[in-house]
């Protein structure tokens, strides 16, 4: 169990982004929608890498407080990241492909302010395969099979868009798509994508197996597994952390014991505290970033300097996130920072397994 006052420093951080919640009843969390203002920094407030962390800090908080409201809160939160980003910007219609009944066979958007241009709205692979993460813990801890279902939904929905065949194998995956899936944004492949991929895919299908009639992921999951093998381990921090919370997942295999191995290698060079992230100047630094790596270590297990470092590492930025004035990059900051602390939901087995 996580220590008292990370709990606090955990629940202050969350604060800052979704509003005061901890006097909420249950009858009053049933009706709470997530705030535009703090909000989690992205288009009429949702954006969807900060709001999967918000989902699966709060499944976290109610496991450490035993507190049902906090599952409440994340049920709250999934709907309306459904009724923002799982709609057209204007907010009148389903994203194409979707409907009422299925609202996540066309996608979630990213949720950025700007509909187009270089840093403008779309669709990231990373980005829905993380939510459909925080759908599958949210299943596991409410022990409600629609949440898995929903997530399946989305990955059966979005793979054809991303990945790409010739003459029936998996060649590539994009990074980035339009909203409505049509158009390549950004070609290249992301780092970890078929990784990722790989392994979140594969949680959905045990999950199924758990909760209902098994999903039918096979093909998606094969498509995945052969376009694997060309990872390292990065010196990019936040890469290098997703990369050892991915393998943590499967740790006895040998792509995860050989990328695990090598990100632990790196990880010593990147903590070093003359030559890397601790040496620097904050303005050298993301805090984002750093906690990625926090996160990493922390599920795939640390002791010794990984310990010292990373705990170095949260407290440097202890403090600096509430006085920053990157109201773009705060949100994502504070809910990674909450999960710094307490990994909680992010760690296999926390829930139970399924």
């Not at 990074?175 to 392994?199: I, N, Y």
């Not at 191995?261 to 750093?290: H, K, W, Y």
Request: charged share 25%; net charge negative; proline share 4%.
């Amino acid at each position: 169990m996580a220590t008292s006052r990370n709990i606090i420093r955990f629940k202050e951080a969350m604060h800052l982004v979704y509003g005061p919640f901890d006097d909420l009843t249950e009858e009053a969390a049933r009706v709470w929608v997530a705030p535009e203002n703090p909000g989690a920094g992205g288009h009429r407030g949702r954006y969807l890498w900060t709001d999967a962390f918000g989902v699966i800090n709060f499944i976290t908080l109610s496991k450490e407080t035993s507190s049902p409201v906090y599952l409440t809160l994340a049920k709250r939160l999934v709907q309306t990241v459904h009724d923002v980003l799982g709609k057209t910007r204007d907010g009148t219609a389903r994203l194409p492909g979707a409907s009422e009944a299925e609202p996540l066979k066309g996608g979630l958007r990213i949720g950025k302010v700007q509909a187009t241009g270089s840093d403008g709205d779309g669709q990231y692979h990373h980005y829905l395969t993380l939510w459909m993460f925080a759908l599958n813990r949210l299943a596991l801890a409410t022990e409600e099979k629609q949440y898995n279902q929903l997530a399946v939904q989305l990955a059966k929905a979005i793979h054809p868009h991303f990945v790409t065949h010739q003459n029936g194998l998996a060649t590539a995956i994009v990074w980035k798509k339009s909203v409505d899936l049509q158009q390549v944004l950004v070609p290249r492949e992301g780092h970890l994508d078929a990784l990722t991929g790989f392994a979140v895919y594969r949680l959905l299908q045990r999950t199924a197996e758990h909760l209902h009639p098994p999903a039918t992921l096979a093909n998606e999951i094969a498509d995945y597994r052969a376009l694997m093998g060309r990872e390292k381990a990065s010196y990019d921090p936040l890469d290098l952390g997703m990369g050892l919370w991915i393998c943590h997942f499967f740790r006895d295999e040998v792509w995860a014991r050989a990328l695990g191995s090598q990100s632990l290698d790196v990880a010593m060079s990147v903590l070093n505290e003359e030559t890397g992230v601790l040496g620097r100047e904050s303005s050298r630094r993301l805090a984002f970033r750093e906690f990625g790596m926090v996160i990493g270590l922390e599920c795939f297990g640390k002791d010794g300097e990984f310990k010292k470092g990373a705990e170095a590492v949260v407290d440097f930025w202890q403090g600096y996130l509430e006085r920053s004035e990157d109201e773009d990059l705060r949100p994502i900051a504070l809910v990674m920072y909450a999960a710094a602390l307490i990994p909680g939901a992010f760690r296999d087995g926390f829930l139970g397994r399924g």
